[in-house]
């Protein structure tokens, strides 16, 4: 961002609490930390004067609206949150923007579970091990869902068949709640929200995590979303470039393997100067590592529990 209607002290007080904010990162009390990153936001803005009066005021600080392309290109995983609750107003919006979101023949097979009660919170965080989860304000579980649909489809005296048997339907499931999720979490970038998508809820227990929520038959947990007022801003992590990302019209024929090899060790480079916690961990090594732990999960006998994947179609 560009520096807009500062004389240099102000210029000066922005550098200085920049450098702290990376230097004590992984030290700041939370509300600290907030106001630090509060007070930079409020320095920068066009409506200087205004937004300086009220800096104290986290109202001020959080419902500060993004760009699409902020909001897009941004992005960033925050896993420290502050006490502060999120306003209802924005609450409503993701809300919104998760019943908007396009599903497969518009039948809406997801559900979301919203979860602010502390000792729920906490039961997850520890199956999970994911600290996010206890400090956000909000934890949203996204499920893949044909409970509704056959409910209905029974009162309407309906054979609703076997589709949540199939690949396809459990796929169709996966989707719908995936898509679910991007909407909420594009809705809460856009109003400077912090989110983080946590995977793990799908594979750590199912059959725990589905007695913690009471999932009826046929609703599967697929991601997590945690919701909370940033308490840190991590770097942005590198991404593969495009010619890797986006073929034009067909697969790529070419040999990648050097480009891979690059982002590879662009990774590395990432891990190794990033602020706060520091790492060796590479591209390849680290994510293969992810995957051998996921053959153990036994995901598909789990899934069968719920009431999918019984078919062999």
Not at 192 to 200: E, Q, R
Request: charged residues 30%.
């Amino acid at each position: 961002m560009r520096l807009r209607n500062l004389d240099a002290k102000y210029a000066i007080f922005f550098y200085i609490i920049k450098e702290l904010a990376i230097f004590f990162e992984d030290d700041f009390d939370d509300r600290l930390h907030l106001n630090l990153l509060g007070t930079m936001r409020v320095i920068i803005c066009d409506d200087h004067e205004g937004r300086r009066a009220n800096k104290h005021n986290p109202n001020t600080i959080r419902n500060m609206s993004k760009t699409v392309e902020q909001t897009l290109l941004e992005r960033r995983s925050i896993r420290r949150n502050t006490r502060d609750a999120i306003a209802r107003e924005d609450l409503d919006f993701i809300f919104e923007a998760i019943r908007n979101t396009p599903t497969s023949y518009n039948g809406e097979q997801f559900s979301v579970i919203d979860i602010d009660d502390p000792g729920l919170k906490e039961e997850l965080y520890r199956l999970t091990n994911q600290k996010q989860i206890k400090t956000c304000n909000r934890f949203l579980v996204f499920c893949a869902d044909f409970h509704k649909i056959e409910a209905a489809a029974k009162a309407k005296g309906i054979d609703a068949g076997v589709f949540p048997h199939t690949a396809d339907g459990y796929t169709v499931g996966v989707i719908d709640a995936s898509l679910a999720l991007m909407s909420a979490l594009v809705a809460a970038e856009s109003r400077g929200l912090a989110t983080c998508p946590v995977g793990y809820i799908r594979t750590v227990d199912p059959d725990r995590v589905a007695e913690l929520l009471h999932l009826p038959q046929r609703v599967a947990a697929i991601c997590g979303l945690t919701l909370g007022i940033p308490a840190e801003m991590p770097d942005l992590k590198p991404k593969q470039p495009l010619p890797l990302l986006v073929h034009h019209n067909a697969y790529r024929s070419d040999d990648m393997t050097q480009e891979l090899l690059d982002f590879d060790r662009t990774v590395v480079e990432y891990n190794r100067s990033r602020s706060g916690s520091k790492t060796d961990n590479d591209w390849v090594s680290h994510i293969t590592g992810y995957y051998r732990e996921g053959e153990s999960y036994h995901l598909l006998q789990a899934m069968r529990r719920r009431g999918y994947l019984t078919e062999e179609s």
